[in-house]
């Protein structure tokens, strides 16, 4: 088992059971970055192989989507030195509220976990709408399939985990009935979902 792994563990951060996850798909282990996010020092050392793979990249900023990217994209620019800003939603349109993004910066988005890449096209929307150049994705678990890449390339993660995940309709823990879907994600957060498990 990989050190980030096992610190993931040891917080409560890597779940196993039956989980639905924000695309929309199902899987029998889910990372909840919350729960890292309470150990500022663990945190620290799990980014800290993100950081050293992008310190020598022409990055000007570093972005990171509202909620799960915050933190994330704060300590990869405390390590790295460089600035870090957010998006968040704005009538449930991804926006850069706060910030400014100048013509011409080059940015890394910084994501919790990335399992197809989607969501963050949005971001990448974002930073290109406000003339900055989107060089990639960090994250700390790259659950992509090589199947079905990210739309958006990942130049650093501090973990690569291959886990199953399945459309709903052919999910074989729906078809075994013997867990209950828990939906823990961003767009939807349940506290008491984690004492189902």
């Known amino acids: 088992m990989s050190e980030a792994l096992e610190i993931l ?9 039956h989980f639905l996850l924000s ?8 990372c909840q970055m919350a729960y890292l996010q309470q150990y500022p020092d663990r945190c620290a050392e799990v980014m800290k192989a993100v950081a050293d793979k992008i310190r020598e990249m022409d990055v000007d900023v570093i972005v990171g989507p509202a909620m799960g990217g ?25 926006t850069l509220k706060r910030f400014a993004i100048h013509p ?25 709408e406000a003339g900055g150049v989107c060089l990639g994705i960090t994250c700390v678990v790259d659950r ?10 990942i130049v650093a993660s501090a973990l690569k985990l291959d886990l199953p995940n ?3 309709e052919e999910c074989p823990i729906c078809k075994e009935g013997k867990l209950p879907l828990v939906h823990l994600g961003s767009r ?3 506290q008491e979902a984690k004492q189902t498990l």
């Open 9 to 17: 563990k040891s917080c409560d951060a890597f779940l196993e059971g």
């Open 70 to 94: 915050i933190v994330y994209a704060y300590e990869l620019a405390r390590q790295t030195g460089k600035r870090a800003i957010f998006t968040e939603r704005v009538d449930n349109v991804m």
């Open 188 to 190: 939807k957060m349940k």
């Open 23 to 30: 695309s929309g798909r199902h899987s029998s282990a889910y």
């Open 104 to 128: 011409g910066e080059k940015c890394l988005i910084a994501e919790d976990v990335v399992t197809t890449g989607i969501s963050s096209l949005e971001t990448k929307r974002v930073i290109e």
């Open 144 to 153: 992509t399939k090589p199947e079905a890449p990210s739309p958006i390339p």
């Open 166 to 168: 399945y459309a709903p």
